[in-house]
């Protein structure tokens, strides 16, 4: 089985552009979340969706976006990007709330804003 | 979520079993603990999650008190590609936000 999927794996942006990052959640998962994660620290959380619902929201100014699909697929925008935005987003999936099963993530995609 | 502690960096060489110990004193009743191994520019991935006493998979043992007000991953007989990042995270429900700290860089020699 295909675990989550994330495109692009690498990006380029120069600052002041926008940014869209997409995410394909493990089959059968209805949540997904985002998460930054900057070099030398720990993922930070951005967002959760599920059933195409916000669901929980990090500490991150209103530049950053998301939404999820009926296939439950989700993207992550950026507006106005700054020098420090470059990271790692990462984007984990679940089968959902009021389920315990640990998130399990994608391999990222590596923003660098020039 | 509760917040936890662990150390910010452990040696070991090969061979032997490392334990990773995290505290996390204002852990809820509902709180299960979770810890997830990262390879630099990867997504972290899932090793074991337990909520009391001992559980144990093909990769590794969460040793958790009675008190759980700390935990211990083990990894048996670890290997140079063991060195990662790893990080203890608690909560009380999937799919809700992670809460990660720094974790705790392994680094394993020959």
């Known amino acids: 089985d295909a675990g989550v999927t994330q495109s692009p794996t690498h990006l380029i942006k120069t600052r002041g552009q926008h940014v869209t990052l997409r995410c394909s959640p493990i089959s059968g998962h209805k949540s997904v979340s985002w998460y930054q994660q900057v070099l030398g620290q720990g993922p930070q959380f951005i967002f959760q969706y599920y059933e195409k619902e916000e669901r929980g929201r990090g500490n991150f100014p209103d530049r950053f976006s998301a939404r999820q699909f009926p296939n439950y697929s989700s993207e992550l925008n950026v507006n106005a990007l700054l020098l420090g935005d470059s990271a790692l987003y990462l984007c984990?999936?679940?089968?959902?709330?009021?389920?315990?099963?640990?998130?399990?993530f994608g391999p990222g995609t590596r923003l660098t804003v020039l | 979520l509760a917040k936890t502690t662990q150390p910010i960096s452990m040696d070991s060489y090969e061979g032997q079993e490392v334990n990773i110990t995290c505290s996390h004193n204002?852990?809820?009743?509902?709180?299960?603990i979770t810890w997830y191994q990262q390879f630099p520019s990867q997504g972290p991935r899932f090793i074991i999650q337990?909520?009391?006493t001992k559980v144990t998979n093909e990769v590794a043992s969460l040793f958790i008190p009675a008190d759980r007000k700390s935990s211990t991953l083990s990894l048996p007989r670890v290997s140079l590609s063991d060195t990662a990042v790893y990080y203890c995270?608690?909560?009380?429900?999937?799919?809700?936000?992670?809460?990660f700290g720094k974790g705790t860089t392994l680094s394993v020699s020959s």
């Open positions: 337990g909520y009391k």
């Open positions: 984990a999936s679940s089968l959902g709330q009021g389920v315990l099963t640990p998130p399990f």
């Open positions: 995270l608690v909560g009380n429900q999937a799919g809700t936000a992670l809460i």
């Open positions: 204002n852990i809820a009743t509902n709180d299960y």
